[in-house]
């Protein structure tokens, strides 16, 4: 709905008089909501607990009637938690003069503190007869600590007589709204209906992808799936939006504190009010201790969200169903050096909701299965007992190449791997990704095998060298691929070490049931 | 009108009661006058309040309603014409029932009793005697505690006592030469009020091109709404520290000088028109808008001394622009946060990062990092560390950038923490030492390619 008031600005001593036409805009023609992850997570899905801690830009689109002259357009009901110094707005016939954003909203307390020494009504019912009693009244303190009222009586507290009583107000002050509003002041030469775009980035939003890696039967390929997870944790939904995402790192500066608005919620204290069959406590309680509650956007006031979605996850089976055939999935395209994800039909993007949409889905992707074993330095000691064994991690390595069945940009998020078993699909194991440009090595962790294990031992060290023996066995019954990353400095090894992403590294195949040995000694510096 | 029958109703008690003034002003009404505020960037402001005072001659205390709740009552003047101050006073006890009630103790106030069967008011007069946990009262010969049965009880006081306020407020007692109307200009410092620059900039790409608008942002937290005020903003010292900003936004400091006014070496924005800035209001007036300024984008790879990656970090996207009269913005720019926007593939404007600014002269060298590259990553590889000699090492490093865009690219490579001791024995690229610490490489990528850059340094150690 749409409505013009003219409202004329009071008058000030000094001020010129100026009359400004008030445009209220409180319909939504279409919106769309950009999603840009949180700056602070490399890698890895939205955490299942908190406030999300992304933000979007959101693009509504509004039809306004502006008149001619000086005019004052409001835009109703933008999302809380809007950044205003980001807002944009278009499509006027003249440049916007000034933005504004207030923080008062429309409240009982708001009210006292608008007509502070202004004249309201009060009105009195009587328990016994039900006549209602109405004066008038000054109020001449609030709404901090209790209010006071002058009446043609005298001076009197409201709420602690004990008799039902009531304010009421002869309007609602021009600037208070009851959602969160962003005024922008403007001119324009004619009357004109326009359609206008108010473009602006809020915080509380987040998205990520959660990949899903199903093993085929072979086990040599795997067919790769992602959803594109979108989060809003604000109580502010967009129905039908077209809704994007984007993936990269924009630089995020940190967002300018906004002044705080009076509390909303009006608390009417009196005297003391101990009586004596009561004592210690007082009769008539009111006085309500005045918690400091952060406006709707901070993390503590979405705890209901954290509830329902970490039971709603862990509730819910290890191994969900293969993914079903996506009717829709999120189209890429570039964006300067990020890149777009566009979900091809507008979607609802619903207050306190995750909603997912289907944006990579690729079959048959080669990979080779490596087994990794981890080295660190360690001092030789002669009387040290016979080291265990550890268990070797287990990779799934493929390239993000056309060739191997990939070729497109993966951007970050959690990695779901699964493998047949028993005509069921089982999880093997979760990992992060970050962002994976074409062309870059991509690897899924899956676990550590018991049946892959090495040990490392040390011998007796001579002043320059420090040698070690890599003893690795191979329960399978297939040869496997071992792979151990030495970044200390080498003085022997005796096999042909690789260098890999700048590390020397030992690479050798298992044969089945057999084992592989790797000697090599490090260089000791001689202390100066 | 109801009101005039429930006066002429009252007790004669009302006859004691605080007489109001004769006219109750509407909501939207201010006792300000003509108000001017000039708000710096170290959270001060100055307000200057040009108020019409009817004054009989003599002494008299004047109240001030409507000043900065936050007002520093220290730097509080008053002067007009013929005005000379006995004394300037700011209270802040603030008026509460409970205060009301404990200002009340030993005097007489009304209570009106109400009869819960048949609604009959029953009012008698009573003497406060205590208001410690309860309210204990005397009523005759008869002491009693105030709602001891819970029944409805009212209690009317007389009046406000004169220094419970429902609002900090300034008073101040004056000595007029004569009476009648003087204009009284009331200053005064107060925290609560800041400003800002935000920058919104369209990046075209292909064009090359940025359109940049620029609005100052004014942020109220005072309390008091300043109505009609003249706003005047000073640029310049800011006390607070970009602490984020890594690295300078200024390339090459400027050597131009804007037109924009000044005050010593702050510059002055004074807004066009007066506003208004309500309180817990964010407000934006714009002061720059320009069109179709060239830009060009590189990419910036810094790598820190024996600094290794096992997994690639992408490169920075920097923006480069200028803010000279030629070829460039043509003004200087207050501090600020720059937003960059691109459009996409149907023309819609997304968000493409954002980066702080220092304030910079007119003519200045600016270089903005808007974010990180999906497509173009580097890693450093530490080949080889050479013993040369007790005092003396040989490192040898590599660096490997991958570019998976369609279109070749070049990488600023820059190799920091050099000392002045490190000595350059042999580059794959020639590079240029910009400085005793930091040495650069323009290293050009292929489209969907990848280049390495192999450099050998000679160490003290």
């Known amino acids: 709905m749409r409505r013009i008031v003219f409202a004329f600005s009071l008058l000030l001593a000094a001020a010129p008089a100026a009359a400004q036409a008030l445009v209220e805009s409180d319909r939504i023609d279409s919106v769309s909501v950009t999603l840009y992850r949180d700056p602070g997570r490399g890698k890895g899905a939205i955490p299942a607990a908190g406030w999300p801690g992304g933000y979007a830009l959101v693009t509504e689109t509004r039809t306004i009637s502006v008149p001619a002259g000086k005019s004052v357009i409001r835009f109703v009901g933008v999302s809380e938690g809007m950044m205003p110094e980001t807002a944009i707005v278009t499509g006027l016939p003249r440049q916007v003069n000034e933005k504004n954003r207030d923080a008062r909203l429309l409240s009982p307390a708001a009210l006292i503190d608008a007509y502070l020494k202004r004249r309201v009504t009060i009105r009195r019912t009587s328990r016994a007869t039900g006549k209602a009693t109405e004066s008038e009244a000054i109020i001449q303190s609030g709404p901090g600590g209790g209010v006071l009222l002058t009446t043609a009586d005298g001076v009197e507290a409201l709420g602690c007589s004990g008799l039902p009583e009531k304010l009421s107000y002869p309007g609602v002050p021009a600037d208070l709204s009851a959602k969160p509003t962003l005024s922008v002041t403007t001119d324009s030469a004619a009357a004109a209906t326009v359609t206008v775009q108010i473009s602006y980035l809020a915080q509380g939003f987040d998205w990520s992808a ?10 040599e390929t795997l067919d790769l799936f992602a959803w594109l997870t979108v989060a809003n944790g604000g109580s502010q939904g967009f129905a039908g939006a077209r809704t994007n995402a984007v993936a990269g790192a924009p630089n995020k500066e940190q967002a300018a504190v906004l002044p705080k608005g009076p509390p909303p919620d009006l608390h009417l204290r009196c005297w003391p009010m101990d009586i004596t069959s009561t004592h210690p406590s007082w009769g008539i309680e009111r006085i309500l201790p005045r918690v400091e509650t952060a406006d709707g956007v901070m993390a503590e006031d979405v705890g209901g969200f954290e509830n329902i979605v970490v039971t709603a996850s862990r509730q819910s089976a290890p191994a969900p169903p293969p993914p079903p055939v996506p009717v829709m999935i999120a189209q890429q395209e ?46 030789y ?26 070729g497109l940009p993966l951007p970050a998020g959690r990695v779901a791997v699964f493998e047949r078993a028993h005509d069921e699909s089982l999880l093997v194991g979760e990992s992060d990704l970050t962002d994976r440009a074409i062309g870059e090595e991509v690897e899924f962790a899956t676990g550590e095998s018991s049946d892959l294990r090495y040990k490392v031992v040390a011998r007796p060290p001579s002043a320059r060298r420090q040698p070690f023996t890599v003893e690795v066995t191979n329960a399978r019954s297939t040869p496997e691929t071992f792979e151990m990353a030495i970044p200390y400095k080498l003085s022997s090894a005796n096999a042909t070490l690789i260098e890999r992403k700048g590390v020397k590294t030992w690479r050798a195949t298992v044969p089945a049931h057999g084992t592989a040995r790797l000697e090599f000694a490090l260089k000791l510096e001689r202390a100066r | 009108m109801r009101l005039t029958a429930l006066i002429l109703a009252a007790t004669p008690l009302t006859a004691h009661a605080q007489t109001q003034p004769a006219s109750v002003p509407a909501p939207d009404q201010s006792a300000q006058g003509d108000v001017s505020v000039t ?17 009989p001659a003599g002494r008299t205390r004047q109240e001030f309603p409507d000043v900065s709740a936050q007002i520093r009552s220290e730097t509080v003047t008053l002067s007009g014409p013929g005005l000379g101050i006995v004394e300037q006073n700011f209270d802040y006890d603030l008026l509460s029932p409970d205060k009301l009630m404990e200002k009340a103790v030993g005097s007489v106030v009304t209570i009106v009793r109400t009869n819960p069967a048949t609604g009959a008011e029953t009012r008698e007069q009573a003497r406060v005697l205590a208001a410690n946990g309860g309210i204990v009262l005397q009523i005759g010969n008869r002491i009693e505690v105030l709602r001891d049965d819970g029944l409805p009880v009212r209690v009317i006081f ?28 009331l200053t005064y410092l107060t925290p609560g009020l800041g400003w800002t620059s935000d920058y919104v900039m369209l990046f075209d790409e292909a064009k090359g091109a940025i359109d940049m608008q620029g609005w100052v942002t004014l942020t109220n937290s005072t309390g008091t709404n300043y109505r009609g005020a003249d706003v005047l903003l000073v640029a310049g010292n800011t006390n607070r520290s ?30 066009g028109e007066r506003t208004t800035i309500a309180n817990a209001q964010q407000k934006q007036v714009s002061f720059l808008d320009v069109k179709n300024t060239p830009a060009r984008k590189t990419y910036e790879w810094t790598n820190g001394w024996l600094e290794t990656q096992t997994d690639p970090r992408s490169a920075a996207t920097v923006l480069k622009f200028s803010t000279s009269k030629n070829g460039g913005l043509g003004d200087q720019l207050p501090a600020g946060t720059i937003r960059v926007y691109m459009r996409d593939a149907r023309g819609d404007p997304q968000f493409i990062g954002e980066s702080r600014v220092a304030a910079a002269p007119m003519g200045s060298a600016m270089s903005i990092r808007t974010g990180d590259a999906f497509d173009v990553k580097g890693a450093a590889v530490l080949v080889e560390r050479k013993r040369m000699s007790s005092t003396r090492w040989r490192t040898s490093m590599r660096y490997d950038f991958t570019n998976a865009r369609a279109e070749p690219v070049t990488v600023d490579l820059a190799q920091n923490g050099l000392w002045g001791d490190v000595r350059l024995v042999e580059q794959s690229l020639t590079g240029e030492r910009v400085s005793a610490e930091r040495m650069e490489w323009k290293v050009p990528v292929p489209a969907n390619g990848k280049a390495s850059v192999t450099v050998v340094f000679d160490t003290r150690y």
């Open chain 1, 210 to 219: 959660n990949y899903v890696a199903q093993v085929a039967e072979d086990g």
């Open chain 1, 334 to 379: 570039e964006l300067g050096d990020l890149k777009l994800y566009r979900i091809p039909e507008p979607v609802t993007v619903a207050a306190l909701s995750r909603k997912q949409v289907a944006m990579i889905d690729r079959k048959k992707v080669a990979f080779a299965r490596v087994y990794t074993g981890s080295f660190e330095q360690f001092d």
């Open chain 1, 381 to 406: 000691a002669r009387d040290a007992a016979e080291p265990e064994s550890r268990a070797a991690a287990r990779i799934l390595r493929t390239e993000n190449r056309e060739g191997k069945g990939l």
């Open chain 2, 39 to 55: 708000i710096y960037q170290n959270g001060q402001s100055l307000v200057q309040d040009v108020r019409q005072l009817d004054l």
């Open chain 2, 158 to 185: 007389d009046k406000v006592p004169e220094n419970l306020r429902a609002r900090p407020t300034l008073s101040v007692t004056l000595q007029a030469a004569q009476a009648g109307r003087v204009p009284a200009t």
């Open chain 2, 242 to 271: 970009f602490s984020r900003l890594a690295e300078s936004t200024i390339e090459q400091a400027g050597t131009e000088t804007s037109p924009r006014e000044k005050l010593g070496d702050y510059y002055l924005y004074p807004l």
